[in-house]
């Protein structure tokens, strides 16, 4: 089976510009998860979906950041205008409905964004 | 305050040593969930193991052995006989009944094992 499908896997760019990172969730998974890594701060999470609808965007740094679903094997996390501090790897990550919350979190293979 | 505490940063150990790595959990939820992720150096997180706050039972995979003990809300993972291809950052982690989806990652502990 065809586990979490991240692009790219590595972007590098100037500040100001527009990023925008794809996700395609393993299918049947319902919920898809959108995780930010630094050495400072860790794993952090960003938003995330419940079939295809946004649930809980808190972690989302600020208004510079949008996450869209339009479908359920398919998200976006678009940075714009991008800055310096946003360089870090992004992870996408999703997990079936096994009753509430029991199921373990299935992630892709980041995407390691540096912004210049 | 932390939720998922791993005091250890770093660990080396010469291949074929056996290793702890320490987790400790803070948690009021009587229904919870622990979970261990590796990350190797290609970067990707490696889904390990998972409990449920009802089932104190260790789990022994392999070289892989996982030890939780609500009494010290802890859930030590360790690995028999090393070898270098278990270098690698491993996360700890715990989600609450009440707060669903969210998922409170440790920061992480760095194995290197020396061949």
């Known amino acids: 089976d065809a586990g979490v499908i991240q692009s790219p896997r590595h972007e590098v760019t100037e500040m100001g510009q527009e990023v925008t990172l794809r996700c395609k969730p393993i299918?049947?998974?319902?919920?898809l998860f959108w995780y930010r890594q630094t050495m400072m701060r860790g794993l952090e999470l960003l938003i995330y979906f419940n079939n295809n609808v946004p649930i809980d965007d808190s972690g989302m740094p600020e208004d510079r950041f949008s996450a869209k679903m339009p479908n359920a094997s398919f998200s976006t996390l678009k940075i714009q205008p991008s800055e310096p501090r946003d360089s870090a790897v992004y992870f996408c990550a999703s997990r079936n409905r096994q009753g509430a919350n029991t199921g373990e979190l299935f992630f892709g293979e980041g995407s390691r964004l540096t912004v210049l | 305050a932390q939720k998922v505490t791993q005091a250890q940063t770093e660990i080396s150990v010469v291949e074929k040593e056996d290793v702890t790595l320490d987790c400790v959990y803070e948690?009021?939820?009587?229904?919870?969930?622990l979970f261990w992720y590796k990350q190797p150096p290609s970067g990707e997180l490696v889904f390990l193991i998972r409990r449920n706050s009802f089932d104190e039972q260790n789990e022994i995979s392999g070289r892989y052995s996982w030890n939780f003990q609500k009494s010290t809300s802890s859930f030590n993972f360790t690995i028999t006989a090393s070898q270098v291809v278990d270098s690698a950052v491993y996360f700890c982690?715990?989600?609450?009944?009440?707060?669903?989806?969210?998922?409170?990652f440790g920061t992480g502990t760095s194995l290197t094992v020396i061949p």
């Open positions: 982690a715990l989600s609450e009944a009440g707060t669903g989806n969210q998922f409170y």
């Open positions: 299918s049947g998974h319902d919920y």
């Open positions: 948690t009021r939820d009587t229904t919870y969930y």
